[in-house]
């Protein structure tokens, strides 16, 4: 993959000259991987074996190569007759059964280093420029707590956000929630029996903190859970307060939106006027609590919208699309619902509205696609950030998109991740056994709080809890990014709290180890400030072409791959290849660091040698900072 950094650019570009000298045309270009050791060789390519399956029996006879490695010889003469590419390429050989191996000058090597030490240089290419993209995630749903799940997809898109940002897109965020639904009916159900049995009332609920009120809605919607399945009663209750929630959203959108409602909901009939008030109330208090609560959780996983969508509102276009689409067979009727007969195209079946009149998930979801596009304007993706449990509802969802809206459904992408895995269990928000995510983090920061107990024991405690913090959620998302998204997470405290492993914290310590190196260099030097040193390392225009260590030698390699790693973790939505990448990167700084020395106690002037390698130092900061931001991790200065 072509990336802008120079070295690994110009190399491609003569690799592919020396191609076009011994054939007519080529149609890829040549990919250089790191080769795995870099004591002889710095990079390969088997580009030789791609090119000889297409050469006819007359290219063969002309070149006379009758192997993939004769081809390869053929080129490396081309190349070493190429000053350019000998000015940067030390050795350059063939290999069995096709591969050009290349060992670069070090001069080459360090060619990029300016690149990531200037942090006015960018590191990566805008290929989406002139891209709009919608990403939609998060989705929490009113009256009912902020699950391990809900984390887990939070974290997806807002890596998957940042990327795309990074690669020049102008990304659009969107939390889509639902505020409307049996859910909201079993919660309201749930919040009148709960007063009753407490002795409480709306009033003195919302006398207490926001945590009280949550988990007073929790407790709802466990108690509201449980009676609508034990008992016949209470589940015909709560479909009468479905109804009148829809009531309810809809005298809030005229008021607060100016939305002027499409749907009547009572289809004739006249609705109890006291207990409508009474879960209008309860309603529009739980909707707000449940709001502000949510923000707190995004203000801590540094996570901001552009917009808000809720089922409310979407329900109305929803239920309008589905029932104008009758006629025309997209949708059927069917025992008094209307369907969508997903059988007939190797898909499942799935009700629209069902036989109450009330829009389904899957007729929101419809609706969500047609107001973003009136809300927001023109857009080229839509992608939708969802556990994959949904995955068949998706299908569904998209082929009904396509028979009404082909040009929606061709701009949207369903991406779809796995599920969270503890060893306390599976969550059950039904029961009330949930585990939510501020747990998840807040467990976390506990456990990380009694690391730096033993380890920052001068460090003030409120520096303390609040480095805590920073970690729990460095930990956390890390830990939820670094596999490939359509797996299951089997989560661990030991390994995503390690300092040592594969995890947040190892990369904010490497991070951290990176910025001691070069503050004490700026103290010692009398530059003071680590800004004042970079500028003085970047003054140095020169390259040292003296032997290189082979664990400096593989940092420099490794860093010219940075610009790779996002590009791929941004187009194949895949934020596990830039984990994979920053990993890898830590760990050989941390070769790097072990067997090179930089600094000496009364260093007070560089020699060439110690510029390079504060040079390298600098460049690896920078990579992992930019790299951990868009993870969405916070980046600690000190630890």
Known sequence: MLGPLPTRTQLKNYLTAAALHLLDAVEDEPDLVLAPSHVTVDLATNWPLALYTKLTAEDKLRLAVHSPLALAERMVKELELTPAFVVLAQTVTAAKPGFI???LRPTALQQHLTQFVDEEQPLLLLLYKDERILVEYADPNPFKEFHIGHLFNITVGETISRLLQAMGATVTSVCYQGDVGMHVAKSLWGMRQLFDQEGADLQSLATQPLDQRINFLGRAYAAGSTAYEESPEAKLEMQEINTLTYLASQARLKTEEGFVPRVVYTQGREPNAALLAEIAALYTAGRAWSLQYFETIYARLGTSFSEYFFESQS????????????????????????VFLGEQEGLHNRVFINSLGLPTYEAKELGLSLLKQDRLGVYDRSVIVTANEIDEYFKVLLRALGKIYPELAAKTKHLSHGMVRLPEGKMSSRTGNILTGTWLLDEAQTRILAILAGTQADMAQAEQVALADQLAVAA?????????????????????????????????????RCRSILQKAAVQSKHRSITKLIDVLLSSKSYFD?????????????????????VVAAQEYAPHHLCTYLFGLGQRFSRFYEACPILTKTTTTFSPLQVRRLR???AVARALREGMTLLGMPVVEQM
């Open 101 to 103: 191996n290349i060992s």
């Open 315 to 338: 329900g109305e276009y929803g239920y309008t699309i589905v029932r104008d689409h009758v006629a025309d067979g997209v949708f059927t009727k069917s025992e008094g619902a209307i």
């Open 476 to 512: 956390v998302k890390y830990a939820l990014l670094k596999s490939n998204l359509g797996t299951n997470i089997a989560f661990s405290f030991d390994d995503s709290l390690s300092f040592t492993g594969n995890s947040g914290p190892y990369l904010e310590y490497t991070y951290v």
């Open 546 to 566: 003296d032997a290189i260590d082979v664990t400096e030698r593989d940092v420099l390699l490794y860093l010219s791959y940075y610009s790779d790693a996002v």
């Open 616 to 618: 390298t130092v600098a």
